[in-house]
């Protein structure tokens, strides 16, 4: 067998399995909850993890900068003729899971019907414990050829392997996995990282494209303050701050212009291609938004594929602008005199932070932008992986989806929202979003990440699992 998974037995992937269940299953069971609650702080995790690869020969070190919050790294060696490491890295911390709506407890780790349920199952504990998996089954083989993984090389390893695992991605990464570029950027430097957020089966009509996020957008957060005028509520203003608050919100909540950008023309091309023979009439309409057709809207996309595939698309099209918090009022019979209100923005590739303030404020018209106050509060810019180069990750992410799902489609994409490879862009290091996983048809996977009864299959990790260790083999080997 040519694949690198071919040098494990069936039995031994059997058992791999089963150990990245349980160690699933005990991740999702410490709520590592970000932001930090008392009760599940993400130093657990990256304790837990630390001791995980320590049991199998493999040292790790823990840090925490901020008390409660831990990032935890460990190296594998190869024997140094292939150049710079592989970075494993992925975020250990979860978003709050009120509990409304779910049907099991998010942080029981509950199995049933093939099916792992929890907070983080999906966004990002699975790939947590993928790679930790990788890992292990690495240095098992190092042991089972005699020597010691904490100094040997791995066996027929030439590059090094780093595992990063870092608190508070999902909010901005600066106690994770930014304060590891700046502070430690050794255990990070890397020829290429595998990161979350690609991989992932999406099933239209049987046929399965595998996206891999090759590009993620900016996030860029202003808070906007009104300023109207105080008054008794029975004689009402027309510079009621609400209702200027108002007026913006209809004005920037419209949809702006489509702008294609090469990662996300490639995608369409792709997709269209691969669906063609199926799916003709939504192979055509993916084939207008390349051609530049105006009016492609996530409501006509959502007709063809499902709404979250049409609303992902609709904002990988576009800079997006959403309004996300108001804040106005004091009383019943008081007008208010200011309200505020918080935009989350994503910018393409390309598109400045100030181009879109002007933007903003262009949108707004005169008389509003007069009396509207511009606050920036956060500004990350877009990354762009190069996935051409042919010596790079990508064409061997492409290689093992190909290998072990013949029918399946692998293509470039860009992901609408963030994650920590922005931090890992100072350093220079090409990151790729792929956490490998073939799930039923049917399962829009992206509804789960921060929703309810988030969960992943089984099977979806039997397969993932070589996926990953094939990919991490060829790379390294
Ligand atoms: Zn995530």
Known sequence: MALGSGRISPERWALAHDRLVESLRDLIRIPSINPPDPAGPELDVARFLAGALRDVGIPATVYEP????GSVVARLRGDGTGGEPLLLLSHLDVVPAPLDGWTHDP?????????????????????VAMELEVMRLLADETRAAGLDPATDPVPGLRRDILFASTADEEAGGLAGAGWLAMEHSEHLR????????????VDIRGRRLYPIQVAEKGITTYRLTFHGTWGH????????AIVLAARAVVRLATPGPIRMTEVTRRFLEGAAEAIEATEPQTARLLQACVAGSTGISAGRLATLLSPVYGRALDAM???????????????YNVIPGTAVLEIDCRRLPGTTEPELEARIIDRLGPELAAVTEIELLIATDAVVAPY????????????????????????????????????????GVPVFGFSPLRQPPGETYLDRYHGIDERVSLDGLRWGLPVLYDAVRRFCG
Do not use: C
């Open 317 to 331: 099209l576009r800079d997006t602008l959403s309004t996300n918090v108001l804040h106005a009022g004091v009383k």
């Open 107 to 127: 942080f029981a780790g509950d199995v049933e019907d093939g099916w792992i349920y929890g907070r983080g199952a999906m966004d990002r504990k699975n790939l």
């Open 66 to 69: 901020v008390p409660g919050r």
């Open 388 to 427: 051409e180069d042919p010596n790079g990750l990508y064409p061997v992410l492409e290689a093992v989806i190909r290998d072990h799902d013949p029918d399946g489609v692998a293509l470039p994409v860009m992901a609408p929202f963030g994650t920590d490879a922005k931090h890992l862009q100072q350093l």
């Open 233 to 240: 509520g029975s004689m009402p203003r027309t510079d009621n």
């Open 190 to 201: 890397a020829a290429a990282a595998i990161n979350e957020a690609g991989g992932v089966a």
